[in-house]
């Protein structure tokens, strides 16, 4: 997965602002302090994985001005292909859409699934770092470093680490071997403590024992008391049951013995009597109404006969039918067809106007044959914005370059001013000469020019004192200051302005206070020439000079000294400046190269879209808008004439199906209009004679049916009566009722005998407890006799009861008086105390279990391919000042190899070479999570502590990686930026963006 284009709607410092990237190399963000590169870090994972959300540590970037905020990156994706991702503010991810090439759509589902299963937290860990990361190696001691290392290679971060040593403290916390003081330890003594009192409190207590075993003899007979007095009382209830269901079980025996004495026939048909009575009723009247009808059929016979029409004219009325529906659309047919033609001729009149006014060369033709697809339009879009950005680098380079001419032709302004105001040689030396003879003058005029120096060192010095108190003052109030800005910084979450403030003020801070340890040089030669003027008095006592002459030769050739130093640091600052300019020049250079480059590929598009060789180059895209404009006007235009034709067609047809329809029913047709209205004449009239005939059937129909309907009644009827006298083995209506009479006794006794029976049912009555209550004739006395004996039972249980409750108070009173329950509910609270600490100790150890088999399986087998890779990487960036990378066996660390053979824990290497070996590690690990998710690594100023060398050859590798992984930096220093000989610069200001 590669970005090809960030598009900012509103984020942060941003508001539409779009920037492309090249998906083929490196790309680069360079930019001074605040110039948004955080920004655009931060907006690159807000697309990917949604805002973040309002009480979250991490800054939102909410617009401050309001407007739209979120935005979209456009990506190429190796299996779909180029996908836009659009994310804007609504719930507290943001509303995400997916756009895919095909015109589809897809959801939040739909960016996991891009991103392979990667979620926020992998991406910081492993693709997205900056100095801060970069510098955690050293917030961790010299001991644990190459465990973090480690880990950070399998997963890469330290959250494993920070969460294994977590685990182990938290472990210990609960219980050590040989410790003391933790819980579990101290709680397993305690309750060993507690065991030993418990047995000797036992011990003295032998009658409590006694009488445990007392109150266990009482509470077994109890429980033999309660079982015989619960088998007696079940059997009292099965008594009382048969005693309450023996009416019911002998009513039941009378009923079935009576159903067998009754005579009835075989079968008697259900409701046979009445069956009989209603076809006897019904049969009568039937036959009579099949008379009727009969007589009916004969006269509309005779009717239909008499009726003549023609049958071949109404086979056509599907075919009118269908010619009268279509009319209308005829008639409309006619009128779009007028309409279209003239809007066909307006359409082609605009476009040849269009054409003639802004591409000559092209015609219709050549407009159809022009590709104007997606990728086409890209192409030019891109061509013309990479034009516009090469106009905006030539303006920054412009700018540069009136800077830097200024800043040099300032200089040698300078130079040229020092290098007037200094003496020739002749005059230095004839000034020296002069010195010396004036060194040889008379007591008087030496003693003089000494109490004069003295007073002039008194004053320097009370001047150097004042100077030293204000810049001590001065210096206290700056350390403030940039204290209080540090704060407010790293308050906003601005790190890298905060530590580049708080370097500023102590390199102030140095420079003044070596300012102030300073000597003034022109105390120093006063204080040396006092030194002199005292040999001098011992030497020529008594002769005499002129001390005016003396001092004002001193201070010329001492001006004239600070002068010529002056001069030398404006000619290196001039230096400096002129070198300045030349690289600019070799920019211009560049930027012609590349200029030429890009006319040259707008040259290729103009010709592609038929454009004049002067045709600006940054309107291509306009150009190609209207030109795809054009083109859909004359596709439109083509669909407008086929569209016509179809009318036309149809047209025809209709006139030509009226013309041939009309000749079939033998009418002359004077237009398509009046030979429809004939034909619809003929067709109505045929109707209404089939009507009035199709009338008469329909009586006739009806009249068949019905004596069809009443001879099969008449002849169910008897069928049926038939069926009743068979049913009930009769022979006539006189033996079919004395039949009906015997039925119904019998139907009465076997009703009573179902409610019986559904009685016993309601109450879950047996087949076995029916015929033992009726064959019991004793069960009252039987039942008497056992409530007796459970009375009995009940009194011996309650006696047994009470001496039970007897016992049981007394142990309670023995244990109330002695210690031992005293110590046996201690021992039980401080057994739970430990088991619980015990359960919580096991759940830490098998968490770090699970953890130590986690990395077990990455170490053997992911990590010996990521190491390889990583060798290679730390052999490439420390110059093969490394050689190569060791996994020692059972140890969460690494050995690395110098090229002298010697070995290195992590921990023994240098910062830089720490970090070196980290980078190697997170480049390692990105790289072999490449097939399953190619996400692009974002780097922000992450190698500020390597040195020149070696910040070179990390530009290397990352150039490398960025042919097959993207790779975006961000940095602010341009030294940086400069060491990758490839990629695409984008050049950020604080109120403009442009790109080359």
């Given at each position: 997965m590669k970005i090809l284009e960030i598009d900012i709607y509103g984020y942060g410092k941003f508001e539409n602002k779009t920037f492309t990237l090249d998906p083929g190399s490196i790309n680069i963000f360079l930019g001074h302090n605040e110039a948004g590169k955080s920004t655009i870090q931060s907006f690159i994972g807000s697309m990917l994985f949604g805002f973040p959300a309002k009480n979250s540590a991490e800054k939102r970037y909410e617009p401050k001005q309001g407007g739209k905020y979120g935005g979209a990156l456009v990506i190429q994706h190796e299996k779909i292909g180029r996908v836009r991702?659009?994310?804007?503010?609504?719930?507290?991810?943001?509303?995400?859409?997916?756009?895919?090439?095909?015109?589809?759509?897809?959801?939040?589902?739909?960016?996991?699934?891009?991103?392979?299963?990667?979620?926020?937290?992998?991406?910081?860990?492993?693709?997205?770092?900056?100095?801060?990361?970069?510098?955690?190696?050293?917030?961790?001691?010299?001991?644990?470093?190459?465990?973090?290392?480690?880990?950070?290679?399998?997963?890469?971060?330290?959250?494993?680490?920070?969460?294994?040593?977590?685990?182990?403290?938290?472990?210990?916390?609960?219980?050590?071997?040989?410790?003391?003081?933790?819980?579990?330890?101290?709680?397993?003594?305690?309750?060993?403590?507690?065991n030993g009192a418990l047995s000797e409190a036992k011990k003295v207590s032998s009658q409590y024992g006694n009488l445990l075993n007392t109150r266990k003899i009482l509470e077994d007979q109890h429980t033999a008391i309660s079982t015989r007095e619960s088998k007696l009382g079940e059997n009292r209830r099965t008594l009382e049951r048969l005693l309450s269901i023996q009416p019911l079980a002998r009513e039941e025996q009378y009923c079935l013995s009576a159903i067998d004495q009754t005579e009835s026939p075989v079968s008697f048909p259900q409701d046979g009597l009445i069956r009989m009575e209603r076809i006897l009723n019904e049969l009568k009247p039937l036959k009579s109404q099949l008379s009727a009808v009969q007589k009916q059929?004969?006269?509309?016979?005779?009717?239909?006969?008499?009726?003549?029409?023609?049958?071949?004219?109404?086979?056509?009325?599907?075919?009118?039918?269908?010619?009268?529906?279509?009319?209308?659309?005829?008639?409309?047919?006619?009128?779009?067809?007028?309409?279209?033609?003239?809007?066909?001729?307006?359409?082609?009149?605009?476009?040849?106007?269009?054409?003639?006014?802004?591409?000559?060369?092209?015609?219709?033709?050549?407009?159809?044959?022009?590709?104007?697809?997606?990728?086409?339009?890209?192409?030019?879009?891109?061509?013309?914005?990479e034009f516009q950005q090469m106009l905006q680098e030539k303006r920054y380079l412009d700018e540069q370059f009136e800077r830097s001419r200024e800043a040099l032709e300032e200089r040698e302004g300078k130079v040229k001013d020092y290098e007037d105001q200094l003496l020739s040689p002749e005059k230095r030396q004839e000034m020296k000469t002069q010195l010396k003879k004036l060194e040889s003058i008379n007591t008087h005029a030496l003693q003089a020019e000494y109490e004069e120096n003295e007073h002039m060192l008194s004053a320097l010095k009370a001047d150097r004192e004042k100077s030293v108190k204000k810049a001590r003052t001065v210096n206290g109030l700056m350390i403030l200051g940039g204290m209080i800005g540090s704060i407010l910084f790293l308050l906003w979450d601005q790190y890298i302005p905060a530590a580049a403030l708080?370097?500023?003020?102590?390199?102030?801070?140095?420079?003044?206070?070596?300012?102030?340890?300073?000597?003034?040089?022109?105390?120093?030669?006063?204080?040396?020439?006092?030194?002199?003027?005292?040999?001098?008095?011992?030497?020529?006592?008594?002769?005499?000079?002129?001390?005016?002459?003396?001092?004002?030769?001193?201070?010329?050739?001492?001006?004239?000294?600070?002068?010529?130093?002056?001069?030398?640091?404006?000619?290196?600052?001039?230096?400096?400046?002129?070198k300045t300019y030349e690289r600019i020049l070799k920019k211009y250079e560049e930027w012609e190269q590349a200029q030429f480059q890009e006319e040259e590929k707008?040259?290729?598009?103009?010709?592609?879209?038929?454009?004049?060789?002067?045709?600006?180059?940054?309107?291509?895209?306009?150009?190609?808008?209207?030109?795809?404009?054009?083109?859909?006007?004359?596709?439109?235009?083509?669909?407008?004439?086929?569209?016509?034709?179809?009318l036309q067609q149809q047209i025809d047809k209709y006139e030509k199906e009226v013309s041939v329809l009309a000749?079939?029913?033998?009418?002359?047709?004077?237009?398509?209009?009046?030979?429809?209205?004939?034909?619809?004449?003929?067709?109505?009239?045929?109707?209404?004679?089939?009507?009035?005939r199709g009338h008469i059937q329909e009586r006739l129909n009806e009249c068949k049916e019905d004596i069809q309907k009443l001879s099969e009644r008449i002849c169910s009827l008897e069928e049926d009566m038939d069926t009743l006298y068979t049913a009930a083995d009769a022979e006539g209506e006189e033996q079919f009722r004395a039949r009906a009479e015997q039925h119904a006794k019998r139907k009465e006794l076997q009703q009573r005998l179902e409610w019986i029976q559904q009685q016993l049912s309601q109450k879950g009555v047996q087949q076995e407890e029916k015929q033992l209550s009726s064959s019991m004739v004793h069960i009252e006395e039987t039942l008497k006799d056992t409530e007796e004996e459970l009375l009995s039972t009940r009194r011996e249980a309650q006696s047994l009861t009470r001496e039970l409750a007897a016992a049981s108070h007394t142990i309670k009173e023995l244990e109330k008086s002695g210690t031992y329950s005293e110590w046996m509910h201690q021992a039980e609270l401080e057994r739970e105390e430990a088991k619980e600490l015990a359960r919580k100790w096991a759940v830490k150890t098998l968490a770090g279990d699970l953890l130590h088999s986690a990395i077990s399986y990455n170490r053997n087998v992911r990590l010996p391919s990521l190491i390889a890779r990583a060798e290679n990487y730390f052999l490439e960036l420390t110059g093969g000042e490394y050689t190569a990378l060791y996994l020692p066996e059972e140890e969460d660390t690494?050995?690395?190899?110098?090229?002298?053979?010697?070995?290195?824990?992590?921990?023994?290497?240098?910062?830089?070479?720490?970090?070196?070996?980290?980078?190697?590690?997170?480049?390692?690990?990105?790289?072999?999570?490449?097939?399953?998710?190619?996400?692009?690594?974002?780097?922000?100023?992450?190698?500020?502590?390597?040195?020149?060398?070696?910040?070179?050859?990390?530009?290397?590798?990352?150039?490398?990686?960025?042919?097959?992984?993207?790779?975006?930096?961000?940095?602010?220093?341009?030294?940086?930026?400069?060491?990758?000989?490839?990629?695409?610069?984008?050049?950020?200001?604080?109120?403009a963006v442009s790109s080359t």
């Open positions: 991702i659009e994310r804007i503010a609504g719930k507290a991810s943001g509303d995400v859409t997916v756009y895919y090439e095909d015109g589809s759509k897809g959801s939040e589902e739909d960016v996991r699934k891009l991103l392979a299963g990667v979620d926020k937290q992998r991406f910081k860990a492993i693709y997205s770092f900056d100095v801060h990361g970069l510098q955690g190696v050293h917030h961790v001691n010299s001991e644990s470093i190459g465990r973090f290392l480690f880990l950070s290679s399998m997963f890469g971060s330290d959250a494993v680490f920070k969460l294994q040593s977590m685990l182990e403290r938290e472990r210990e916390q609960i219980f050590k071997p040989s410790g003391k003081k933790p819980p579990l330890n101290a709680a397993l003594q305690k309750l060993k403590e507690t059929e004969a006269v509309l016979q005779e009717e239909l006969e008499e009726l003549q029409y023609r049958p071949e004219v109404l086979e056509k009325e599907e075919v009118v039918k269908a010619l009268t529906q279509s009319f209308s659309l005829y008639v409309a047919n006619l009128d779009e067809h007028s309409r279209q033609a003239a809007e066909a001729k307006g359409i082609q009149d605009a476009v040849l106007q269009q054409l003639s006014e802004h591409f000559p060369a092209l015609s219709p033709k050549k407009l159809l044959e022009m590709d104007t697809s997606y990728p086409a339009r890209e192409k030019a879009k891109n061509t013309a914005d708080l370097i500023s003020l102590l390199l102030a801070s140095f420079v003044i206070n070596q300012l102030i340890k300073k000597e003034n040089p022109y105390y120093d030669m006063l204080k040396k020439k006092q030194e002199a003027l005292k040999n001098t008095f011992m030497l020529h006592p008594g002769e005499q000079s002129g001390t005016e002459k003396l001092q004002e030769l001193e201070s010329l050739l001492w001006k004239d000294e600070q002068m010529n130093q002056l001069l030398g640091i404006e000619k290196s600052a001039c230096n400096q400046a002129e707008a040259e290729k598009v103009k010709a592609e879209l038929y454009l004049p060789a002067d045709f600006p180059a940054g309107s291509i895209g306009d150009a190609f808008d209207l030109i795809a404009k054009l083109k859909e006007q004359v596709l439109f235009l083509k669909s407008k004439k086929e569209t016509i034709l179809s000749g079939e029913l033998g009418l002359k047709t004077i237009n398509t209009e009046a030979a429809l209205q004939e034909v619809q004449g003929l067709v109505e009239y045929q109707k209404k004679q089939k009507q009035q690494f050995l690395v190899e110098r090229r002298d053979n010697l070995r290195f824990f992590p921990n023994e290497l240098s910062q830089a070479t720490s970090e070196q070996l980290y980078v190697s590690l997170r480049l390692a690990l990105a790289a072999a999570l490449q097939d399953s998710s190619n996400i692009p690594l974002l780097i922000d100023d992450s190698f500020v502590h390597f040195d020149r060398g070696r910040s070179g050859k990390m530009a290397v590798i990352l150039e490398e990686i960025s042919k097959e992984h993207q790779v975006i930096f961000f940095t602010c220093h341009e030294s940086q930026a400069d060491r990758f000989k490839s990629g695409r610069r984008i050049f950020m200001e604080n109120t």
